[in-house]
T-cell receptor
Framework: AQTVTQSQPEMSVQEAETVTLSCTYD???????LFWYKQPPSRQMILVIR??????QNATENRFSVNFQKAAKSFSLKISDSQLGDAAMYFC?????????????FGPGTRLSVLP | NAGVTQTPKFQVLKTGQSMTLQCAQD?????MSWYRQDPGMGLRLIHY???????DQGEVPNGYNVSRSTTEDFPLRLLSAAPSQTSVYFC??????????????FGDGTRLSIL
């Protein structure tokens, strides 16, 4: 079964600095999606960024970017110019194929604190 | 746009009681799913559906039932609540149809406590 690992349960960053959250996954498939979701204290799940496995170019959304290393099965999230509003739980997720065509697997999450 | 609507937002039950968590989406998504979120464990899939009339078990299905009579609705039923089912529950939906497309859209979650 596919698994998603986030090895950093907690991280902290100074406001305006850069932080990188790690994610690794295990799969034998070549066609899949990867996502980072943000969960602030409001409990909402907010999509931050997505990456299609067949695209070699790393996805970027404003201050958020990923480092996608397909061979290494690594998908890290970089947050530049960190802001207080970035403080949240961050979940890495993998969308895979199964008998019905798709399913999602989430990592355990990394809690990010932003220090003023 | 309403997106994914979950009700209720909070619920307290006694052990042995039954209840239904409601989930509705207005995006015509084929794929819908229920997760539970527990500290340190991320989101674990309970049940999912790839279309009306089709459901399947996820990682932690025991104690829960689902049905999908329409594209829009995907209720989750707790048959006989147990303290181990105390958790935050999320409903989500996305495009499906056998092609991997796009992210899931989540409801706001239900915090459920079983006494």
């Amino acid at each position: 079964a596919q698994t998603v690992t986030q090895s950093q349960p907690e991280m902290s960053v100074q406001e305006a600095e850069t932080v990188t959250l790690s994610c690794t996954y295990d799969t034998s498939e070549s066609d899949y999606y990867l996502f980072w979701y943000k969960q602030p204290p409001s409990r909402q799940m907010i999509l931050v960024i997505r990456q299609e496995a067949y695209k070699q170019q790393n996805a970027t959304e404003n201050r958020f970017s990923v480092n996608f290393q397909k061979a290494a099965k690594s998908f890290s999230l970089k947050i530049s110019d960190s802001q207080l509003g970035d403080a949240a739980m961050y979940f890495c997720a993998y969308r895979r194929r199964d008998n019905y065509g798709q399913n999602f697997v989430f990592g355990p999450g990394t809690r990010l604190s932003v220090l003023p | 746009n309403a997106g994914v609507t979950q009700t209720p937002k909070f619920q307290v039950l006694k052990t042995g009681q039954s209840m239904t968590l409601q989930c509705a989406q207005d995006m015509n998504h084929e794929y819908m799913s229920w997760y539970r979120q527990d500290p340190g464990m991320g989101l674990r899939l309970i049940h999912y559906s790839v279309g009306a009339g089709i459901t399947d078990q996820g990682e932690v299905p025991n104690g829960y039932n689902v049905s999908r009579s329409t594209t829009e609705d995907f209720p989750l039923r707790l048959l006989s609540a147990a303290p181990s089912q105390t958790s935050v529950y999320f409903c989500a939906s996305s495009y499906g149809g056998g092609a991997i497309r796009g992210p899931q859209h989540f409801g706001d979650g239900t915090r459920l406590s079983i006494l």
